[in-house]
């Protein structure tokens, strides 16, 4: 399923019930075929134990009668029974203890599989589809709890199986009974059941329709509570607003809900006095019978029993399938995000060999999804092996769509990106990818150790040599600043689970260690010293410079004295190369480029600008 083909228009039917329903028991049976059998196999047990238990106490009820009557009752048939009776609690017992130990079981084995299986699947996903709307709709639906929803219908699923055989058994010994009342019996559940499934389909329906809604009373409670947004929160005393909108979010939410459990309240006290009424009125018919001689007393006991027994299952058996239907239409949430397919195709056979770093862009057009404007207009560009590129560029320029194109992030609309003078779809994602070092400019902050901080740049070789990660601090120049941490290496970074924090100039250090514990042959930085000041800035190019020689470099920078230490400079405005040289070419044509560079001059420094 590509983006542009989610929908949130399912109708909830039997043929999506049925289907998700199997789908489920194919996933369980999958995960532990040992413990789905045990579970089957206790469920059996117990859900007979009850039909035959009714059969003996009404024996048992009969020869009390006769004792009563002075008649001479079979001590041995007594005791027999009794025993028997003993025997079928112990047993009932028992299979409950081993259903409850292999429900257990089988919950942590789903739990995981199924969380794994969806989050699995999400590293599958390009950025285009965490970028849509819609998709984010489907994301939040699948992944909120995907294990524990997929369990509880499982769960749900397999106690209406039991109710199920314990009615069909109960039912059994009714019709063995009295063939005439019983039907009545079953009867009189059929409108209880199907009010449980309409409102069903509407609590499911209303769900999926509400998930956009339920994603803003998130986003809101994250502003009120993350820490990256609490000192603007709380700098233009935003809170008053913010949970006046949470609030009236949640209430128009409440609003479609009232309705529903008006609805299910209503219903649910006519279905249960119908069936209440009927249940009544089948036992007086039953009890008539017993009267006028047609059944016998002991039946008529053993029939009680059942009947009363078989209300409480059918009652018990009736909210079960409804829960487990209204989780099995929520399956749809799971399987749909399951099918999503990135937009990217990796096709590419080229997956060994190393890239020297040559790079050319011919004619390179790109449009976002869903936008009519293209970002990107006709982008012709040439790297050599070995250079060092800065692209510079008034905001909105195109920038990072044009570096993010060359990490594959998105594929090209128009147009070729071509490394080594081979177009990049022909080589293997997975491959292509290895052969970068991309810092993006959002600075993402690992909870973890600075070890391991900087070991995620390439974690398959360096996750646990401290050593290799100590070579690369040494060369990135960031020794000193992790000798003042509390730990060194080991210091856990983050306020989430650590406690000790960087500042952000610091965690753009750590980052950029991050990219160049890669052996790449392409290292592409996004604004990487956004939060240093100038000298810090000079010093981490400056190694940058010595770190990546023989290396192509790219980097994306605001700042003119970062640029001019690049080999060549690429001026990027409304999508389009506007300008290409060395700092002192560019500043001798003027242009736009020698426009930012005086506004710079002006704003940064005391310093004339060149002529």
Not at 49 to 66: C, D, F, H, Q, S
Not at 121 to 145: G, V
Request: glycine share 8%; hydrophobic share 45%; aromatic share 10%.
């Amino acid at each position: 399923m590509k983006n542009s083909e989610v929908s949130d228009e399912v109708t909830a039917s039997w043929r999506l019930l049925g289907g998700n329903a199997w789908w489920a028991i194919r996933q369980t049976w999958k995960v532990s075929r040992s413990l789905c059998g045990g579970l089957i196999f206790a469920s059996v047990v117990s859900a007979i134990v009850p039909a035959l238990l009714t059969i003996v106490i009404g024996m048992l009820v009969n020869e009390t009668k006769l004792a009563l009557e002075n008649a001479q009752p079979e001590m041995a048939m007594v005791v027999q029974q009794l025993v028997l009776a003993a025997a079928m609690v112990l047993v009932g017992n028992i299979a409950n203890i081993a259903g409850q130990y292999c429900r257990f079981r089988l919950a942590d084995e789903l739990r995981l599989a199924i969380s794994k299986k969806s989050f699995e699947h999400a590293t599958t996903l390009d950025l285009s589809f965490f970028e849509d709307p819609k998709s984010q709709d489907i994301l939040s639906r699948a992944t909120q709890n995907p294990g524990g929803d997929f369990l509880l219908f499982v769960v749900d699923a397999i106690g209406t199986f039991e109710l199920a055989i314990q009615i069909a058994s109960l039912l059994a010994v009714l019709f063995w009974i009295d063939p005439l009342t019983t039907p009545l019996l079953f009867l009189l559940a059929v409108p209880w059941f199907l009010f449980r499934w309409y409102i069903a389909k509407i609590r499911f329906v209303t769900l999926r329709s509400n998930t956009t809604k339920r994603r803003w009373n998130g986003y809101y409670m994250g502003q009120l509570i993350t820490r990256e947004a609490i000192p603007t929160v709380k700098s233009f005393q935003l809170g008053p607003l913010l949970l006046h909108r949470f609030e009236e979010t949640f209430r128009e939410i409440m609003d479609v809900d009232r309705g529903i459990h008006r609805k299910q309240a209503l219903g649910g006290i006519f279905a249960a006095l119908v069936f209440t009424l009927g249940f009544l009125l089948v036992l007086g018919l039953v009890g008539y019978r017993a009267i006028a001689g047609t059944i016998a007393f002991q039946f008529l006991i053993t029939y009680l029993l059942a009947s009363f027994r078989l209300r409480n299952s059918v009652v018990e058996f009736i909210n079960r399938l409804s829960a487990s239907m209204e989780r099995a239409l929520g399956i749809t949430n799971l399987k749909e995000f399951l099918r999503a397919k990135p937009t990217l195709r990796d096709e590419g056979k080229i997956d060994s060999g190393r890239i020297r770093g040559q790079i050319k862009l011919q004619d390179v057009t790109f449009t976002y999804p869903g936008c009519q404007v293209p970002v990107l207009h006709g982008i012709n560009m040439s790297i050599s092996p070995g250079e060092t590129i800065a692209l510079v560029g008034p905001n909105g320029g195109g920038k990072t769509t044009l570096v993010k194109l060359l990490v594959r992030l998105y594929d090209v609309r128009k147009g070729s990106i071509l490394i080594d003078e081979t177009d990049i779809r022909e080589f293997k994602l997975g491959f292509l990818q290895s052969q970068l070092a991309y810092v993006d400019q959002q600075n993402i902050r690992f909870e973890a150790t600075v070890q391991e901080n900087i070991a995620f740049g390439d974690w398959q070789r360096l996750i646990d040599k401290p050593g290799e990660v100590s070579k690369i601090v040494r060369k990135v120049g960031i020794e000193n600043m992790i000798k003042q941490m509390p730990a060194g290496l080991n210091t856990r970074l983050g306020r989430l689970f650590g406690q000790f924090d960087l500042s952000g100039g610091q965690w753009q250090k750590i980052t950029i260690a991050r990219a160049l514990a890669r052996n790449a042959a392409i290292y592409i930085l996004d604004e990487p010293t956004a939060h240093l000041d100038a000298q810090s800035e000079f010093e981490v190019f400056s190694n940058l410079r010595d770190l990546v020689q023989n290396k192509t470099a790219i980097f994306i920078s605001h700042r003119f004295t970062t640029a001019r230490m690049a080999d060549r400079i690429f001026v990027i405005d409304e999508g389009r190369v506007v300008q290409e040289g060395t700092h002192e070419e560019l500043v001798q044509r003027g242009g736009l480029y020698k426009e930012l560079y005086r506004l710079h001059q002006s704003t940064f420094s005391s310093k004339p600008a060149d002529h």
